[in-house]
């Protein structure tokens, strides 16, 4: 009988002999990395958003007018995070007042996202351009910052403080 035990126990005491692989520590958890550090940037602005001024690059004079738009010198530069490269359209609302007008004449802004050339936007008379183009989804990326150049071709000089100005900026960024 005891034999029989004997042997009935054999697997059992065989079963308990695995040997299993060594233990160890699993990997240090790390948050994953994100786009633009601690400011987050939207897909669209408007000069008078509290964090407007985290997406200008260049040529944005900082002072806020009639709490609504912002001057901008020869080439302002923008940049934007957008959720989605799919069927999105740059929108933009500029301004070329009389007042720069009058010295500068005719003038042409030229709109840029990334290298790649959008459109070129002539202001025969001076005015408001509410400005929208569709943006290939190839020229924009989601896990970077989308840079959006505009580039007047003439200067107009303040006779108050000398300072040479380009166009009026009310918004522009990214919208479907």
């Not at 799919?86 to 007042?99: F, G, H, N």
């Amino acid at each position: 009988m005891q034999g029989r035990i004997l042997i009935l126990a054999l697997p059992l005491l065989l079963a308990g002999c695995v040997k299993y692989p060594e233990p160890y520590r699993p990997p240090v958890q790390r948050k994953p990395m994100e786009v633009g550090g601690d400011i987050k940037l939207s897909h669209y602005i408007g000069m008078s958003m509290p964090n407007a001024a985290d997406h200008f690059i260049a040529g944005v004079v900082p002072d806020l007018h009639d709490g609504a738009w912002r001057w901008v010198t020869k080439s302002p530069t923008f940049q934007f995070q957008v959720p989605t490269t799919k069927s999105l359209r740059l929108k933009a609302d500029l301004t070329v007042p009389d007042i720069t007008f009058a010295q500068t004449g005719p003038v042409k802004i030229t709109i840029a996202v990334g290298s790649h050339l959008l459109d070129t936007l002539d202001f025969p008379k001076p005015g408001q351009r509410l400005f929208e183009k569709a943006v290939p989804e190839e020229w924009l990326t989601t896990v970077r910052t989308n840079l959006v150049r505009l580039e007047i071709d003439k200067l107009w000089t303040s006779p108050a403080d000398g300072v040479q100005r380009g166009f009026i900026i009310t918004s522009i960024g990214f919208a479907q």
